[in-house]
């Protein structure tokens, strides 16, 4: 992951070179692969959708950059070479020749870029960089094949963004302007090694291959179909009858899966935390979403709904003990601002002490049975916990006399909810994906920005003076100073790192390398080798 950290500038800064082509993967026994996943939400209009849910379409719509499956280093894919001005302002891509969209649409030129972003503009665009997006100046078209994104700010991580990690998809102009938003939501055109065949609502999404994809890629499985199913013991039961062959399953039942024959496959890196939000933390003066009863708003709950959970015991149960702890949510040790002394005082702050935790409570005026709460769970792919995180909370909150209840919800709903300030009622966990620091704070506690976290007056400020700060060592000061803050006021409540993980069958999938950091988490189909 130290690869993929933005402020290796050098990295960023280098012209790639890249060998085209890949070699063919081995003809699979059965024509059609069946992924069961979570779900997710249902649609073509990426610039709506959040990260975790474009795992529906990194089969067919590709990214200016790619993120290498192994060393997890940005790599190119549409886009062959690219480097910044010595102000980060500006972002010069020079883009492949000759690859064709699905469908008959032509090639893909510089104004399918300035396209594919312009959609990222449109008034109902909700995804996870949106502003990002809107942090751009002008997608500023040099010739057929080049390209400049000039920025509003600074922008250091903007590889980042336009790589298989982002959610700056590549699409037709040509198809959208001959057959509009409509066409677009019957058919989208990308350029990957599957195209789209259609989607069945809540239901499935197929895919077919393109056996001349222009980078050589040639996926093992004529076909691919994503099978959705929210229950985890539905997923478990098409991959046990053989009508799934992968499948998301929570931990708890990997095991049952494994006594049956499947096999586990791990993303490349640790790359998924989990943490329960705290919904109302929105400390900026005169922010009408404030309210002063949410029991949390005061710091000495905060700590005591850390301290009540063994995390530990949570660790082995739930996640069969694969991971790591989270120290200051978002932050891994290879992070910029990354400070190594939240591990060292980790324990005397948040260590697992339900004495501590009643008397906290009752400092802040909470005697037995008067704090009572929601906690939200949904699962979404690759985040199939939730619920049993949720059902683990309110065991170590009763054993220290708050009250809980939990409501199963859409993922959509519970975005919703915290991103119009609703939330005040609950908590929530949540799995999210590695980012760059700039870029989590930036989504997550910038009070700009769409999520809404934990929000006052110093994020605000270092946050802006760290997105105009190219220097190394001074972005790195900026960064650790939001990560002690956020550490010393109990912001959330951290819980663990570790890999994304899958479980398949091995009579159909013999190997799958991929990185995790992609948008959609288990990403690169076309390398999932088929059994002999």
């Known amino acids: 992951m130290k690869r993929v950290v933005p402020v290796v500038l050098g990295l960023l800064l280098a012209t790639l070179t890249?060998?085209?082509?890949?070699?063919?993967?081995?003809?699979?026994?059965?024509?059609?692969?069946?992924?069961?996943?979570?779900?997710?939400?249902?649609?073509?209009?990426?610039?709506?959708?959040?990260?975790?849910?474009?795992?529906q379409y990194d089969p067919f719509l590709e990214t200016l950059l790619e993120v290498d499956p192994k060393s997890g280093e940005y790599t190119p894919r549409l886009a062959e070479k690219w480097q910044a001005s010595p102000d980060f302002k500006e972002w010069t891509f020079t883009l492949r020749k000759g690859v064709p969209f699905h469908f008959g649409y032509g090639q893909f030129t510089a104004k399918d870029v300035v396209h594919s972003h312009s959609l990222m503009m449109r008034q109902e665009a909700t995804a996870t960089l949106v502003q990002t997006w809107r942090g751009v100046e002008e997608v500023k078209v040099v010739n057929d094949h080049q390209v400049v994104f000039r920025m509003k700010r600074p922008s250091t991580t903007l590889p980042y963004a336009v790589s298989r990690a982002g959610d700056l998809r590549m699409v037709s102009k040509a198809q959208w302007d001959k057959e509009g938003i409509e066409g677009f939501d019957k058919r989208p055109a990308g350029t990957g090694s599957y195209r789209y065949v259609g989607r069945q609502p809540g239901l499935s999404i197929t895919f077919e291959r393109v056996d001349n994809h222009w980078k050589g890629e040639k996926p093992a499985f004529k076909e691919l179909e994503f099978r959705l199913a929210r229950e985890e013991s539905t997923r478990l039961a098409l991959l046990l009858s053989g009508e799934a062959h992968i499948g998301d399953l929570p931990r708890e039942l990997q095991k049952d899966a494994l006594k049956k024959g499947m096999k586990i496959y791990s993303s490349s890196f640790p790359v998924d935390w989990m943490t329960v939000y705290l919904g109302g933390m929105y400390f900026l003066p005169g922010d009408p979403a404030f309210k002063p009863?949410?029991?949390?708003?005061?710091?000495?709950?905060?700590?005591?709904l850390n301290v009540a959970i063994n995390r530990k015991e949570l660790l082995n149960t739930v996640f069969a003990g694969k991971g790591t702890m989270t120290y200051v949510t978002g932050w891994s040790a290879q992070s910029e601002g990354y400070n190594p002394e939240w591990q060292a005082r980790f324990d005397q702050m948040y260590g697992f002490n339900p004495a501590k935790a009643k008397a906290l409570l009752k400092e802040a005026g909470y005697g037995p049975g008067q704090l009572k709460f929601k906690i939200l769970a949904f699962t979404e792919p690759g985040e199939s916990e939730g619920p049993q995180v949720a059902e683990a909370l309110g065991i170590y909150y009763k054993d220290i006399g708050v009250d809980t209840e939990i409501e199963v919800l859409d993922w959509a709903k519970v975005r919703e909810m915290f991103r119009k300030k609703t939330i005040q009622c609950c908590i929530w966990p949540n799995i999210i994906s590695w980012r760059p620091s700039e870029e989590w704070i930036r989504i997550s506690y910038w009070s700009k920005s769409a999520n809404h976290h934990y929000e006052n007056?110093?994020?605000?400020?270092?946050?802006?003076?760290?997105?105009?700060?190219?220097?190394?060592?001074e972005r790195n000061r900026l960064a650790r100073a939001i990560g002690d803050h956020l550490f010393e006021e109990f912001a959330d409540i951290?819980?663990?790192?570790?890999?994304n993980e899958v479980v398949a069958n091995p009579k159909v999938v013999s190997e799958w390398v991929y990185p995790g950091l992609g948008a959609g988490r288990s990403t690169h189909f076309h390398l999932i080798k088929a059994a002999k």
């Open 18 to 55: 890249f060998t085209l082509g890949t070699a063919p993967a081995q003809e699979a026994k059965i024509p059609k692969l069946v992924f069961a996943s979570a779900g997710f939400e249902d649609s073509n209009r990426y610039w709506m959708i959040s990260r975790p849910d474009h795992l």
């Open 293 to 304: 009863d949410v029991a949390w708003t005061k710091k000495p709950v905060r700590q005591a």
């Open 457 to 473: 007056e110093f994020i605000d400020k270092t946050y802006n003076t760290l997105s105009q700060t190219i220097d190394p060592k």
């Open 494 to 499: 951290p819980l663990f790192w570790f890999a």
